[in-house]
């Protein structure tokens, strides 16, 4: 049996025949013109979710799965403003990181040395 000849289901209809994986999802009106894509982020939204700030990583991840997806519908408005909102979120994510881990040390150094005067009395 080929792909021409589908049976019939139950339901009276005819399943549509597999197409490349490559050609799933695409839009058919596509252009490409050659040039790639926005840059993601997802590697600096993963880092950041798992080094600085979980809930903002998360959500840097979430916009950087959407830029090559919409890119490939045909979205490149959409794309654009997909990559933009994960490079500010991942942003904001290492900004508090590392805001939080310069409070971590001062507060470490600050017992330190509560600890060390009150050793001398």
Known sequence: MNDQQIPQGQGG???QPQQPFSQ???NP???NTGAAPPKTWLVESILVTIFCCLPLGVIGIINASKVESKYYAGDVQGSLQASQEAK???KIGLICGLVGLVLYVILIFAGV???IAGMGS
């Open 13 to 15: 209809y005819q399943q």
């Open 24 to 26: 799933q999802n695409v």
């Open 29 to 31: 009106n596509f252009q």
């Open 88 to 90: 500010k979120w991942t």
């Open 113 to 115: 040395l509560t600890g």
